[in-house]
């Protein structure tokens, strides 16, 4: 009995040196790529393994791309892809669950030519595991050794820790960069300043959300060669990257359909067209106005976004005010959606607010509440920069959950 009691208790420590090994806080220090080369050593010494391949689901989601190696005789001098479905790594991510194989037959392995790189010429036992996000298969790690051997559940518990530290560390790092090359890319298609325009005050202001990431939220101001000016406020559906770089195509495709025709509801609608032929999962809402050459009255088309705010001129009789423009479906919901303009003067003094929703809209409460603020805290101001500074105490100095944009003019 005390012999089988010491000899339980040397398996339990053993085990218990195997899953510190991996879970060190010390491997938290480490870049991405040189954490997973460590995890990999790490592995092979505790699993007495000869070979490790850590492979990433790249982002179309129908190839596995090696990220990491170890103990490979000839390291891969080129990117190394594996089609989901074939080779060994293809099939553990099939079936999103850990693969043992005691006698590795690589000719029946489903892709010899997918095996050649990652597992070497002499691997007789493989075992792998998949590396799973919220239940989905984001990667493949698999170990393998030249002497055969029957991987147990010990064996296949740990790899799937290992595999678990990984994909955390991945995940956090691909969000990471996700969302500062989305800010990078959002800020970089923004005007940095305001196109001038002799006759008009102009400001603009943008904060990237908080938690949700930067989204498609884009201003824009451009003068056209027929002397009237362009006036745009828009968001695309969804946060992060593609979302950013959904907002930068549509940008600049109104920018191009804007250079053939001053009409904005026309503008529009070629605009829709675009987004329904080559963003066919993309969804966005827009006002577009366009100011005629004198600046004494502007055209404007709305595609499903908030109704722009008349700033009143210093003189008016009227305050500030919501403008009642018929909505029309946002782009990309429905082809051939109809379109429509409105036309109304703008005296001097007088200006117009464009924002998106992350301004007034908040989960504690409905829109209107927003909105009737902001019209209030926009009553007394008098320029385009007190305007959007005006616009910011809206925020409640905490950071917005999504991202907000705005856009001010007046007639100077």
């Known amino acids: 009995m005390p012999r089988r009691g010491g000899k339980a208790l040397a398996v339990s420590e053993e085990k218990l040196r195997r899953l510190q090994a991996v879970t060190d806080a010390a491997l938290s220090q480490l870049g991405l790529e040189d954490l997973l080369h460590e995890l990999l050593e790490r592995t092979l010494d505790i699993l007495r393994a000869d070979s490790a ?50 006698r590795f037959d690589r000719a029946g392995s489903g892709g010899t030519d997918f095996d050649t790189v990652l597992l070497p010429a002499r691997t007789t036992s493989v075992l792998g595991v998949p590396m799973l996000s919220s239940g989905r298969v984001i990667g493949v790690l698999h170990v393998g050794t030249l002497q055969q051997r029957s991987f147990n559940a010990d064996d296949i518990e740990l790899l799937q820790l290992v595999a678990d530290r990984a994909g955390l560390a991945t995940e956090a790092r691909r969000s990471h960069l996700d969302r500062a090359a989305a800010v990078a890319l959002q800020r970089s298609l923004l005007p940095a300043r305001p196109t001038a325009v002799p006759g008009l005050d102009v400001a603009v202001r943008y904060v ?76 966005a809402t827009a006002v577009y106005a366009v100011l005629d050459p004198d600046l004494s009255t502007v055209t ?15 003189d008016d009789d009227q305050p500030s005010r919501m403008l009642s423009i018929p909505p029309d479906l946002p782009l990309g919901v429905y082809r051939d959606a109809a379109r429509r303009n409105t036309r109304l003067p703008l005296e001097p003094g007088q200006g117009l607010f464009l924002y998106t929703d992350g301004l007034v809209e908040r989960r504690a409460r409905g829109i209107t ?23 910011m105490t809206l925020l409640d100095n905490a950071a917005p959950t999504d991202d907000v944009a705005v856009l001010a003019i007046r007639r100077t």
């Open 300 to 314: 404007l088309s709305n595609a499903g976004h908030l109704p722009p705010v008349l700033l009143a001129g210093g």
């Open 53 to 102: 391949a850590l492979l990433l689901l790249d982002h179309d989601g129908t190839e596995l791309v090696a990220m990491a190696t170890a103990g490979l005789d000839r390291e891969p001098r080129h990117e190394v892809r594996v089609p989901i479905g074939h080779g060994f790594a293809g099939g553990v991510a099939v079936r999103g669950a850990a693969v043992a194989v005691e």
């Open 369 to 391: 509440p927003g909105l009737q603020r902001m019209v209030g805290v926009l009553a007394a101001v008098t320029t385009a920069d007190a305007t959007c500074n005006a616009a």
């Open 208 to 283: 990237p959300g908080a938690q949700v990431g930067v989204g498609g939220d884009w201003y824009d101001v451009f003068d056209l060669p027929s002397g009237h000016v362009g006036i745009v406020i828009g968001d695309v559906a969804g946060s992060g990257l593609h979302a950013a770089v959904v907002m930068g195509r549509i940008r600049s495709a109104l920018r191009a359909y804007a250079m053939e025709t001053d009409d904005p509801a026309d503008v529009l609608t070629r605009l829709d067209r675009k987004v329904q032929r080559f963003e066919p999962d993309a969804m």
